[in-house]
């Protein structure tokens, strides 16, 4: 089994800083890229950003200059700093990592099997005005 599970989040002033983590743990041969999206109720869930095992780094134009991620490849971790938050930035933000995680193989042997999308449950992140 993989988890992926999101920390932080909560309720700041317009102005104020946050700090989200997202760690992912369990049966993993490899992690790709990992990355935050939000999601407003009603609303599809949009890319916020993403870094890969290298550590390239995308940011979506709406957070540019305010939010960055970063990654741990040893701890299997990533942050997304949240400065200057705007009323706009309040979402559910979810953590997604893109991992191959190991199953069954032929003949009972854990092998490792194709990379898939796995999401965090979600943490609200709400900025009052």
């Known amino acids: 089994q993989v988890q992926v599970e999101e920390s932080g989040g909560g309720l700041v002033q317009s102005g104020g800083s946050l700090r989200l983590s997202c760690a992912a743990s369990?049966?993993?041969?490899?992690?790709?890229?990992m990355g935050w999206y939000r999601q407003v109720l009603g609303k599809k869930r949009d890319l916020v950003a993403t870094?890969?095992?290298?550590?390239?780094?995308v940011h979506a134009d709406s957070v540019k200059g305010r939010f960055t991620i970063s990654r741990d490849n040893d701890k299997s971790t990533i942050d997304l700093a949240m400065n200057n938050l705007k009323p706009e930035d309040t979402a559910v933000y979810y953590c997604n990592a893109r991992i191959a995680p190991y199953g069954q193989g032929p003949g009972g042997r854990i092998v490792p099997t194709p990379t898939r999308d796995f999401w965090g449950q979600g943490t609200q992140v709400t900025v009052s005005s």
């Open positions: 870094i890969t095992t290298s550590g390239r780094t």
């Open positions: 369990g049966d993993i041969f490899e992690i790709n890229t």
